[in-house]
């Protein structure tokens, strides 16, 4: 599953690299005919103006606004932060899919199991616990596995595979909280450097007027305005699977406890 969503991530930045220098070679190639036109004679109306102004501002779509912008950031520090959204996403959906599939409708196995013991003892309730899927499940096998030891024993294997388990379901939440911190820092780090830049070039330009310094004040904002999307998209996402294996983890306690309340009730441990 790890290495499809890899592919799957690389395949996205692929196309999405090749779509900006796509966009970048048709703004080149632009540019020559916006310069003939505008060495030809200008309207005398104004009327006639106005609806050309509009339609080339209002043509482009989001997706190519959002190119366009991405393109003029850079490609320094947007294609890294890029990458931070791109592997971010990719230990999201990944984590997303595990705890979909670690969700267990306990209460339906725990009815499953106390048949199972009134019918056919341990064995045909471990046999139930094969069968399903998820890891209260796995949690209840090795208790049961334990159970002609003691309800002490049974009681300490739960809870020792139920940490096992815990961490199988935070794992990756560290690189996701990784990326959602270096987004932002990347972004600033752009800020800067495009500051720097501006700077530069009014000492180069020996004088201070808004042409020289925009274009390095424009990158700045842009590398924070996309680090922090990226912060906020993962961020959301991040709240989510928290909130997600918590909910997993109630359950598998109050399984738990349910478990061992079976098994005394029907006398399987000594």
């Not at 991530?9 to 966009?23: D, P, Q, R, Y």
């Not at 592997?87 to 106390?114: Q, S």
């Amino acid at each position: 599953m790890k290495k499809v969503l890899a592919l799957f991530a690389i395949a996205g930045f692929l196309t999405f690299g090749v779509s900006n220098v796509a966009m970048a070679d048709t703004t080149d190639a632009a540019i020559p005919d916006t310069a003939a036109s505008v060495s030809e004679p200008a309207p005398t109306t104004g009327a006639a103006v106005a609806p050309l102004d509009t339609a080339n501002t209002g043509g482009s779509t989001f997706t190519q606004q959002l190119k366009i912008r991405f393109i003029e950031g850079g490609p320094a520090f947007m294609g890294i932060v890029l990458l931070c959204l791109i592997f971010g996403l990719a230990l999201v959906i990944e984590r997303i899919v595990y705890l979909n599939l670690a969700t267990t409708n306990t209460k339906k196995l725990l009815e499953k199991i106390e048949a199972a013991l009134q019918s056919g003892g341990v064995e045909a309730a471990k046999e139930v616990c094969r069968n399903t899927r998820g890891p209260v499940a796995s949690i209840f096998y090795q208790g049961l596995d334990r159970a002609d030891e003691g309800i002490d024993m049974v009681e300490k294997s739960v809870v020792a595979y139920g940490g096992v388990q815990m961490g199988l379901m935070e794992k990756g939440m560290a690189w996701i909280a990784l990326f959602i911190a270096l987004g932002p820092m990347l972004g600033f780090l752009g800020t800067v450097i495009g500051m720097i830049e501006a700077f530069d070039a009014i000492a180069v330009a020996g004088v201070i007027s808004a042409a020289v310094v925009a274009v390095g004040i424009k990158v700045a904002l842009l590398t924070t305005v996309f680090g922090l999307v990226v912060a906020i998209i993962l961020q959301v996402f991040y709240n989510y699977l928290l909130s997600k294996i918590d909910s997993l983890v109630n359950n598998m306690e109050d399984a738990s406890i349910s478990l061992i309340d079976m098994l005394i009730k029907h006398k399987v441990s000594k």
